[in-house]
């Protein structure tokens, strides 16, 4: 076996948000959600890779009319940290011009990353640009960021798993880990 499908396999590291955990509190959002925008036919934006499973099932909680797109934004290039430089990899497929948004976001952390895409959403003149975020990392705050609807404020470590990978490994894994140093060497 590969050493690459070794570490796919190999348990990353303690399980911080058991899979039960995560789906009750993104039921949760989803209520939330679903409430407050139940007229509005909100645009959910997810941003890529790392909300795509918190979204999908989010989404699935809402019994609401509303649309979903995705932005590709990339801070990391494939360290545990954040290099500090936000790129846009992939845009909008749609304008959200007079339109609810909802930023979909796996982890807020510096906060840089989702400053910057808030700042470059609100140019596109919606109605309103709110923030869902699964993970808060408030320690490691930077910029000041307002999140609307928060699922977890976790530790300052590295997690994987729902989502979130490292160096494309662990999306897949159905809890939220924090990602063994031994793991990431």
């Known amino acids: ?37 139940a007229r509005d036919n909100p645009v959910l934006v997810g941003v890529l890779k790392g909300a795509l499973v918190f979204m999908a099932d989010l989404v699935r909680a809402m019994p609401i009319a509303l649309t979903i797109d995705f932005i590709a934004l990339s801070s990391y290039a494939g360290g545990t940290r ?17 339109r609810h948004v909802v930023i979909v976001e796996d982890i807020i952390d510096t906060g840089r990353t989702v400053s910057y895409l808030k700042r470059n959403l609100e140019t596109r003149h919606p109605r309103s640009v709110r923030l869902c975020a699964l993970l808060d990392k408030i320690e490691r705050r930077d910029v000041d960021v307002e999140i609307d609807y928060l699922g977890f404020t976790i530790p300052n470590l590295f997690v994987v798993g ?16 924090a990602l063994d140093s031994a793991t990431s060497a």
């Open 1 to 37: 076996m590969s050493a690459i499908l070794r570490a796919a396999a190999a348990p990353p590291g303690r399980v911080l948000i058991n899979e039960e955990e995560l789906r009750a509190r993104v039921g949760e959002l989803g209520a939330s959600l679903a409430r407050d925008y």
């Open 82 to 98: 954040s290099s500090g430089v936000v790129k846009l990899a992939a845009d909008l497929s749609m304008p959200i011009e007079d």
């Open 162 to 177: 729902y989502g979130l990978d490292h160096v494309g490994l662990y999306r897949n894994l159905p809890y939220i880990a």
